[in-house]
């Protein structure tokens, strides 16, 4: 019964992967449709400025181009808040410069910046009351604080009524035979899980292995990016960063 319960764990967090990464793959669609929004709008803001710069009169163009810039920034707040919907799928952290780092990162390698920490609310904890805490004492409306229970007979003392009644029949063998071909399936159901699970790993894994290929194709010939020490705490940290993403120092 553990070993089902592992195989069910995991089909879960199998099934629980490819739901993050089908809500990935639509918030990424929706930041292409905002993105393309926002092409749109800065197409128009040149088209007005260059009728305004044509009739040499610029304060017409300033206040339409105010408005499309804000309404530009309102785009941009929503891409913002996707782009950290989706480093949090992916068990990251958005830093307000625009790059990704580490979840366990303090600092941000890229610029510097302090990253704040997402503590989140101790659930409260709840207390429940001893059960020899209980009395049958009146409280203050005058009735009592439980039912009161009824004497228990002593061990081996038969009611009158109990008398008639009919002892338990035995097991049939048909039942018995069907609670076998219960656990048979059963075990069988658990094989299916176990296999099904095999795949996914399986599938996952070329996947995994497909986007690593496809990441060092798109950066070039030049073999894994090598790291260096930091200069402060000698932590790990990608050639080139300019700042620690542990310690927060500059890096010279």
Request: net charge negative.
């Amino acid at each position: 019964m553990n070993l089902l319960q592992r195989i069910k764990d995991g089909a879960n967090r199998v099934s629980e992967k490819a739901q993050n990464s089908v809500e990935i793959g639509k918030l990424n669609s929706q930041i292409s449709d905002i993105e393309r929004e926002m092409e749109i709008e800065f197409m128009k803001m040149g088209k007005i400025f260059y009728e305004g710069y044509r009739s040499r009169d610029l304060s017409l163009a300033e206040g339409k181009m105010t408005e499309m810039s804000r309404s530009c920034l309102r785009l941009q707040d929503k891409i913002d808040a996707l782009r950290s919907r989706i480093a949090e799928l992916k068990n990251e952290r958005l830093c307000k410069c625009g790059y990704i780092v580490a979840l366990d990162a303090n600092f941000c390698p890229h610029c510097g910046r302090k990253l704040e920490q997402n503590v989140s609310a101790p659930a409260p904890v709840i207390y429940d009351k001893e059960p020899g805490l209980q009395t049958d004492e009146p409280d203050r409306t005058g009735t009592a604080a439980g039912p009161q229970k009824e004497p228990e007979e002593p061990y081996g003392y038969m009611s009158p009524e109990s008398e008639d009644e009919e002892l338990p029949l035995p097991v049939p063998v048909e039942e018995y035979a069907g609670n076998v071909q219960g656990t048979e399936r059963e075990r069988r159901l658990a094989d299916e899980l176990e296999r099904e699970r095999e795949r996914q790993l399986e599938l996952d894994r070329r996947i995994r292995d497909w986007q690593a290929k496809g990441y060092e194709e798109t950066e070039g010939d030049s073999g894994p990016r090598e790291m260096v020490k930091c200069q402060i705490c000698r932590a790990d940290l990608p050639k080139g960063s300019m700042w620690c993403p542990r310690c927060g120092s500059e890096q010279i």
